[in-house]
Antibody, heavy 121, light 107 residues
């Protein structure tokens, strides 16, 4: 079945870096755009970044622009989120979510189970 | 940036009754709207896309309507397992893709 599995979360000090991964299975990864979405504890959903199916186009939320980098390795069916200069307010569960198609003008389905990132001194 | 506003923040309804959740966009998004359900401790799940199309495996008691700036998610014959937070999301004008703040549905 279609599945997305995130990993790489943990506790990190402010200013440090962390790299998240999302491994896809059950579908042809290279045919789809993929997103990162986060959810701070007890809060709503916030879109973070998206990469097109081939990695040629990437877009970011203003809150992470210049600090986070989204990338993908289609040979390994894996999505990444490199997070630098982390702030306390980056603390959240980070979900990867597949776009409906290669088109970026689409909804998100399915979602992974998420990985928790805690930024604290 | 398009701002999505959901109402009410919390809705309490009895089993078997109908729930109506609203979502408003700050400007027209045509029908480029999705609804997600997030049960406690779980990842969001797609319910509705294109404002009114049900996702695969979603029961018929979930229905969506609206276009432009006003949208509604209706859940008929409520069941206890429908207790969750529901989010609307626009994908018409991006980046950023934006979500409403959520409606907590209590059964």
């Amino acid at each position: 079945q279609v599945q997305l599995v995130e990993s790489g979360g943990g506790v990190v000090q402010p200013g440090r870096s962390l790299r998240l991964s999302c491994v896809a299975s059950g579908f042809t990864f290279t045919n789809y755009a993929v997103h990162w979405v986060r959810q701070a504890p007890g809060k709503g959903l916030e879109w973070v970044a998206v990469t097109s199916y081939d990695g040629s186009n990437k877009y970011y939320a203003d809150s992470v622009k210049g600090r986070f980098t989204i990338s993908r390795d289609n040979s390994k069916n894996t999505l990444f989120l490199q997070m630098n200069s982390l702030r306390v307010e980056d603390t959240a569960i980070y979900y990867c979510a597949r776009a409906y198609s290669s088109n970026l003008n689409n909804w998100f389905d399915p979602w992974g189970q998420g990985t928790l990132v805690t930024v604290s001194s | 940036e398009i701002v999505m506003t959901q109402s009410p923040a919390t809705l309490s309804v009895s089993p078997g009754e109908r729930a109506t959740l609203s979502c408003r966009a700050s400007r027209s998004i045509s029908t480029n709207l999705a609804w997600y359900q997030q049960e406690r401790g779980q990842a969001p799940r797609l319910l509705i896309y294109g404002a009114s199309a049900r996702a695969a495996g979603i029961p018929a008691r979930f229905s969506g309507s609206g276009s432009g700036t006003e949208f509604t998610l209706t859940i008929s014959s409520l069941q206890s397992e429908d207790s969750a937070v529901y989010y609307c999301q626009q994908y018409n004008d991006w980046p950023p893709y934006t979500f409403g703040q959520g409606t907590k549905l209590e059964i």
